[in-house]
């Protein structure tokens, strides 16, 4: 018999706290609760007053992606609060939305910091190594994951950035191959040029007027996967 947490359609957003993945929290609020990850708190909090004001509901995980014991303590507690009454993990998530990033400033590749090359590493790339053994059995055959392409790799200065960004979407590329035909449903998708604070910081001065909102943004990519 099911409960009602196993028929709650549950969305985790990793990088909750603004920008694309705010908006997709926002957007999916009406139909999903939402798991918000993210490191700000009070961004965070800012996020699930506007969801509240939706109707929606969500719970908050103010915490960093790049620490495995807190992330597999979440994905645990998920299976707890929602998985009740299931023989095993599958099924427990019906979406995971991967938007969290280490930004590193712009450099020269031959003058990049090592701690900005570092942090890009762990966050961009060790922690796609981490989440997905951990995500993969809460999503199950029919769960989707969605990973956020960024045409950077190879231009002149986004050398951290443009490498761990490439290789995050590489492994998400193949963890798509390998589930084409049992699931769950790995989606790569390539969103329009957005005003949030991490293009800003790449191209300062950029006329931000023909920019496509996150919300417009995040609805027009979830009508994609649909």
Known sequence: ??????EQ??????GA???LGAALAEALC???HVV???RTTGALEELDDRIQAKGG???LAPMDITNSDAMAQLCRSIFDRWGAGRETMAGTLSLWAHTAVHAAPLSPASHMDTKDWEKSVAANVTVMGTLIPFIAPLLGSDGK???FDDPQAGRKFFGAYGATKAAQIALARSWQAETLNTGPNIHVLTPRPMPTATRARFFPGEDRSPLTAPAA?????LAEIA
């Open 30 to 32: 009406e139909t999903h």
């Open 36 to 38: 918000a990850v993210a």
């Open 145 to 147: 994951a969605l990973f």
């Open 9 to 14: 359609k549950i969305a985790l957003i990793t």
């Open 1 to 6: 018999m099911k409960t009602q947490a196993m």
């Open 57 to 59: 509901k969500a719970t």
């Open 17 to 19: 706290s603004r920008g």
């Open 217 to 221: 943004e995040a609805k027009r990519l």
